[in-house]
């Protein structure tokens, strides 16, 4: 196969990617393709980036110059590569194929390795973009250096993007009379032995506790799994409530089916959402920007607020770096 036939099909290969991954996040989320909004932020990266795909591609095969053979090989090869783990991704959502149960640093392998895969995919993906790039530029023997290091840039950038948003919240005026909500939502956090909440949970805990005996929230909506063995933390916070506030039992809700952020919103969507209810969403600062990004990508009518709960320097960083990270992994496949 010649290098023209080649790039042509790069260039089928790369738009079958952006159509396989927004399908991926769109129909493992439950949502319609008439939900799809290209304005979001997830979608506008995605968006840009096979606009930059396609006229790589096109400029290589209509500016009339000759290409390295073996580097558009090379490059037709990897965009085979990167387009199995989306297939596997669907594939294990489509027949809702079990992993086994077990846990890797406190994550459930079920969800770790969709991501492995999908972070290959974009990884690969973003590779053979920069390469057509500095191919057409001329820069073919360093092409793959080039590239290598465009794509580390890439994250870089697209983490401390992330990390400057986790500042960028503020929080629902709770005073105000025209912000009272049907439910304050609380998100599961950590259950320590002998099924205490651990201290950042404790501070959501409180503060929605507060929320409620100041007649903002009408209702307490506790969310989050449990490891095997283990007490829920929708459990968990609900026995802290009832033994150590005095609110009516009637008024709390408890979803203990769901181990995630993204999971426990697609929750409130597929359960709540048909209603006019409004919805107060309850966790920590460092949280909270990634919690507005999904409830935005749901279309849920939602606000946040923080719990106060004091960090220290230390940890404060440690949460904001992984809550970066998770907002990319949001933008990019919506989990």
Request: glycine share 6%; charged share 15%; proline share 2%.
């Given at each position: 196969?010649?290098?023209k ?18 399908f ?7 949502l ?34 000759k ?29 809702n ?23 290959v ?13 500095f ?84 209702n ?5 799994g ?31 089916a ?60 440690y ?17």
């Amino acid at each position: 196969m010649n290098s023209k036939k080649q790039i042509w099909l790069i260039l089928l290969l790369g738009i079958l990617n952006f159509i396989l991954l927004t399908f991926i996040k769109y129909y493992s989320n439950q949502l319609s393709f008439a939900d799809i909004n290209f304005l979001k932020i997830g979608n506008f990266i995605s968006v840009f980036q096979i606009l930059l795909f396609i006229i790589g591609n096109g400029l290589l095969i209509f500016s009339g110059k000759k290409n390295n053979s073996g580097h558009i090989n090379f490059l037709a090869f990897l965009s085979v590569i990167y387009i199995i783990p989306l297939v596997l991704v669907i594939i294990i959502t489509l027949v809702n194929f079990e992993f086994s149960n077990s846990y890797f640093l406190g994550y459930p392998i079920k969800k770790i390795i969709p991501v492995i895969f999908l972070v290959v995919n974009q990884t690969l993906f973003l590779f053979v973009l920069f390469t057509l790039w500095f191919i057409y530029l001329g820069n073919n023997y360093l092409a793959y250096f080039y590239s290598s290091i465009a794509v580390i840039i890439s994250i870089i950038i697209l983490i401390s993007a992330a990390f400057v948003k986790t500042f960028l919240v503020e929080d629902v005026v709770i005073f105000s009379k025209e912000n009272k909500f049907d439910y304050g939502i609380i998100l599961g956090a950590a259950v320590w032995s002998g099924d205490k909440p651990s201290p950042i949970f404790i501070g959501r805990i409180e503060k929605g506790a507060e929320l409620y005996l100041n007649r903002v929230i009408k209702n307490i909506h506790l969310t989050g799994g449990n490891a095997p063995g283990e007490l829920s933390e929708a459990k968990a916070a609900y026995n802290y409530l009832v033994e150590n506030y005095n609110i009516n039992p009637d008024d709390i809700l408890i979803e203990e089916a769901t181990s995630t952020t993204n999971e426990q919103i697609r929750f409130i969507k597929n359960n709540f959402s048909n209603s006019s209810s409004n919805f107060l969403f309850i966790s920590d600062d460092f949280h909270l920007k990634r919690i507005e990004d999904m409830a935005d990508f749901y279309n849920l009518n939602a606000n946040v607020i923080s719990s106060k709960y004091k960090l220290n320097f230390q940890k404060s960083l440690y949460y904001r770096l992984r809550e970066s990270v998770g907002l990319v992994l949001f933008w990019f496949f919506a989990i």
